[in-house]
């Protein structure tokens, strides 16, 4: 009796708990939607969040899905894409859905934001409007609130709470789209020249022009041509720096200020990051760029 009731004990440890049971995978596809999807679905009972590509993967236009991505794929109940043909490593609409279980959904936080820009990039897949949303505190204010919104349709009996949390990230982040924004009322008229058009959105908020692209494709350097060319156009529009980014190379982007005479600065657009990224670490990012404006081009 007692090897009995010895192995029935064992048999109810064994099992799995209701709360694990219930719990959900929500998984992000790249790092900036992951530090939001974490904000957002804060202290949810029984949600688990991941991120489906590695943290320092930075802009996945070239990614190509490994098995081990696949295999996280097909765990996660939700995924939270950024949309706007951003997760092109995909595959075409639909192909996602048969490397889910069944039952599960896609969530866009660019499907309900307005004031999308326009996009000339090749690279992706949605040609219309330009992905790079994550790279302003603006629009990821208003991705928050999507995000927040298509989770409560989800699971309604968590809504109230994805709700305030989202409200909380967002008066966080207009908070800091204002100080770019009084940052930027010194740029007016003035112009950059950035490494691809991840910066557009972030270029808008402080009253920044993009004056040339460095890279049109992302990942192909320009030819000697076509760096006469960018000299021509910088000296041209008396541009007033050349950004480039810390996940790429930036010799080129040095080559093109040395020969034009402008500072080049170095702004990063948290496309990729630590994978033990603190809970701030967008804002930390973000105002360490508004400080490399500032010290550079505050001041005609």
Known sequence: MKIFFSLLLCL??????????????????????WLLLRQVARDVPDVSVSLLLPAGTGCPHDYSMTPQDRRALARADVLVVN?????????????????????????????????????????????????????????MARMAVSLADQLAEADPEHAALYRANAERVKTSLD????????????????????????????ARDTGLNVDAVIQPHEGQEPSARQMLDLVRTLREKHTAAVITEPQYPARTGQTLAAETGVPCLSLDPVAGGPADAPADYYEQVMRNNLRTLENALGKR
């Open 12 to 33: 109810v440890l064994s099992l799995p708990s209701s709360a694990s049971a219930a719990a959900r995978e929500v998984s992000a596809s790249v790092f900036p939607v």
């Open 83 to 139: 949309g706007l043909g951003l997760e092109s490593f995909l595959g075409e609409p639909g192909r996602v859905a048969q490397l889910m279980k069944p039952g599960s959904s896609v969530i866009d936080i660019s499907s309900r934001v307005d004031d999308l820009l326009a996009d000339d990039e090749d690279d992706h897949a949605d040609h219309g409007h330009n992905p790079h949303t994550f790279a302003s505190p603006s629009m």
């Open 175 to 202: 908070a800091l789209a204002a100080d770019f924004a009084a940052l930027g009322r010194d740029f007016a008229g003035r112009g950059v020249a950035v490494q691809h058009n991840v910066f557009s959105y972030l």
